[in-house]
């Protein structure tokens, strides 16, 4: 099926915020899936929306395991999807909506190449800030895996907290996030959990959209994968997550 035809049916389901077509179960490989996904993109930005940069998913191992999926995978984000927390999204506007624990890293330099290293990484991200990923469900990962990146990788909308200058001496690995779910903690996990160091996933992601052309650009806001699984959330619920020397970020599904 050619890459437009399948990412118009999709961008039609986002918009109408409906399933993804049966028609397209089990029809696409991984290289088709980036395609179609950079397709839509394509209808995004001609429809007048823009690009706010891009995410890495699957980057922890509880994620691999509860998705049945054993590599990351790529996203693009958008300036109708950023948030400032705190923040509040209306709960009966999402599909299955969920959240992930992440970091958000701004670029301050272009980086691209099939060998990127942890070093030009770092030197090429400018700032960081607590995040939370909204993710909405149109599939099941583990059942059709390129569908669901074909999709943007369930990609919603992020939320980020305050923006700190980074350091390239600053130890993301340490990174220690603690989740709360209506004031009650669910979880504790650290940056160590996301491919080793949540910069891993900027050497991964540059070294990824090398393959089809593409590279980070100044200005580029990047999902760095969660360091915990996936949350499920229900009407009401109200979440803050909170990561050490970086602070919180609160998001609230009214």
């Excluded at 272009?110 to 991200?125: I, Q």
């Excluded at 909405?136 to 200058?165: H, I, S």
């Excluded at 100044?218 to 009407?235: E, H, N, R």
Aim: hydrophobic residues 40%; charged residues 20%.
């Amino acid at each position: 099926m050619p890459n437009s035809s399948a990412a118009a049916q999709i961008y039609q389901c986002l918009s109408n915020n409906t399933m993804f077509p049966e028609s397209l179960s089990q029809t696409l490989s991984l290289d088709d899936a980036y395609g179609v996904q950079f397709e839509l993109l394509a209808l995004r930005l001609s429809d007048g929306q823009t690009q706010a940069g891009w995410k890495v998913g699957l980057t922890a191992k509880a994620m691999q395991e509860q998705q049945g999926v054993h590599e990351p995978c790529l996203g693009h984000l958008t300036g109708k999807g950023r948030l400032t927390s705190p923040a509040r999204m209306v709960f009966d506007e999402l599909m299955a909506p969920g959240f992930e624990n992440e970091l958000c890293m701004r670029m301050k330099a272009p980086l691209s190449g099939p060998d990127v290293s942890v070093e030009a990484a770092k030197a090429a991200v400018g700032e960081v800030a607590p995040a939370i990923e909204v993710i909405e469900k149109r599939g099941v990962f583990r059942d059709d895996f390129p569908l669901a990146v074909a999709g943007n990788a369930q990609q919603c909308a992020f939320v980020t907290g305050a923006f700190r200058r980074f350091q390239p001496d600053t130890d993301l690995a340490a990174i220690r996030a603690e989740i709360f779910v209506n004031d009650q903690s669910c979880e504790t996990a650290t940056g160590d959990a996301v491919l080793g160091n949540p910069m891993h996933s900027i050497v991964w992601l540059a070294q990824k959209l090398n393959q089809y052309g593409r590279g980070l650009e100044p200005g580029d806001l990047i999902m760095s994968g969660s360091f915990t699984k996936q949350y499920q959330v229900a009407k009401g619920d109200r979440v803050r997550t909170e990561f050490t020397d970086l602070g919180p970020v609160e998001v609230e599904f009214a």
